[in-house]
């Protein structure tokens, strides 16, 4: 695995798994500079390696995926925890769709079909 890029880190607490999106030189350092703070085990989940200038593009358009995913979750009531926004306000839940995706760019599989129609996630 690359340790550059895009990366995407899970951690499951009380029962509930969520994700997070970021990037870094150095994905390694930045997990342990995360676990300092989380008393929870963080995993790597898949590391995307680009450039740095690629990897703030594909950041913010992950974000917003990931973000627009979330609210058709909460929208549906098959995920609701009212605290989670303020605890974790850059973590998403681990479930449904944005599972989906992560396991998709993990297995290798082009998502970039109902991404590239986001239209929202496109503005970034």
């Keep these: 695995m690359e340790n550059s890029g895009i990366y995407f880190i899970t951690c499951e607490c009380f029962g509930t798994k969520f994700v ?3 990037r870094s030189t150095d994905v390694a ?3 342990r500079e995360l676990q300092c703070g989380c008393p929870f085990e963080l995993v790597i989940e898949y590391v995307q390696p680009v450039d740095e200038e690629e990897a ?3 950041e913010r358009r992950y974000r917003a995926k990931l973000r627009s995913l979330a609210q058709q979750i909460q929208r549906t009531d098959a995920w609701r925890l009212p ?3 303020n605890l ?3 973590w ?3 479930i449904g769709e944005i599972e989906a995706h992560v396991f998709e760019l993990k ?3 082009s998502p970039g079909s109902s991404f590239a129609t986001d239209q929202q996630a496109m503005l970034f």
Aim: zero cysteines.
């Design 20 to 22: 997070k999106v970021g």
């Design 29 to 31: 350092s930045r997990r």
């Design 56 to 58: 703030i593009m594909h």
């Design 83 to 85: 605290t989670s926004e």
């Design 88 to 90: 974790m306000p850059r």
């Design 92 to 94: 998403f839940p681990f």
């Design 107 to 109: 297995n290798g599989e």
